[in-house]
T-cell receptor, first 111, second 115 residues
């Protein structure tokens, strides 16, 4: 069983839609949860960072962590064509420990 | 914010030659840097953890004699792919963490093609 599971998509939505991206994990010791956005042929860039359970909002992006279900989500409101990218979830026991990545979900926002 | 510079962004080399990839933290000191490998439509796979002034820690299945890592200063780590073969063609990405920031910052990646 993989440490982190993520539906690779692809996911296509019209501009303005709400996008929901999800990951599940198996290791209950994970405490740090991150979402990265990766454009083609580029390195990942950090979008959101959450410690333990709860929600975190940053502009059009909201990250949720449900540790009881071992499930994390990233919501994108009012999606834009510029949001088209691959979104990777990542998690770790501690910031000094190895991060485990999902396979990434490919998102296309259609104008 | 923290910036990690990675060079080159792409490289094509002949089979049997060696290629060096550099990863620099531009505005912070990184005692630890990480090297990942990413195949198309797959996740990032950690290859090794690079520690300043000491030997790198390699993940299981990664040949340390093939992927040489040097972390000689607090701002520079290098990955050298020795005697490259076509199966080494991949996207290599480094990352580092600025202790003053949340999360890890990634370099822009290096697309290696071995012909």
């Amino acid at each position: 069983q993989k440490e982190v599971e993520q539906d690779p998509g692809p996911l296509s939505v019209p501009e303005g839609a709400i996008v929901s991206l999800n990951c599940t994990y198996s290791n209950s010791a994970f405490q740090y949860f991150m979402w990265y956005r990766q454009y083609s042929r580029k390195g990942p860039e950090l979008l959101m960072y959450t410690y333990s359970s709860g929600n975190k909002e940053d502009g059009r992006f909201t990250a949720q962590v449900d540790k009881s279900s071992k499930y994390i989500s990233l919501f994108i409101r009012d999606s834009q064509p510029s949001d088209s990218a691959t979104y990777l979830c990542a998690m770790s026991i501690g910031l000094g420990n190895q991060f485990y990545f999902g396979t990434g979900t490919s998102l296309t926002v259609i104008p | 914010g923290a910036v990690v510079s990675q060079h080159p962004s792409w490289v094509i080399c002949k089979s049997g030659t060696s290629v060096k990839i550099e990863c620099r933290s531009l505005d912070f000191q990184a005692t630890t840097m990480f090297w990942y490998r990413q195949f198309p439509k797959q996740s990032l796979m950690l290859m090794a953890t690079s520690n300043e002034g000491s030997k790198a820690t390699y993940e299981q299945g990664v040949e340390k004699d093939k992927f040489l890592i040097n972390h000689a200063s607090l701002t520079l780590s290098t990955l050298t792919v020795t005697s490259a073969h076509p199966e080494d063609s991949s996207f290599y990405i480094c990352s580092a963490r600025d202790s003053g920031n949340d999360g890890y910052t990634f370099g822009s990646g290096t697309r290696l093609t071995v012909v």
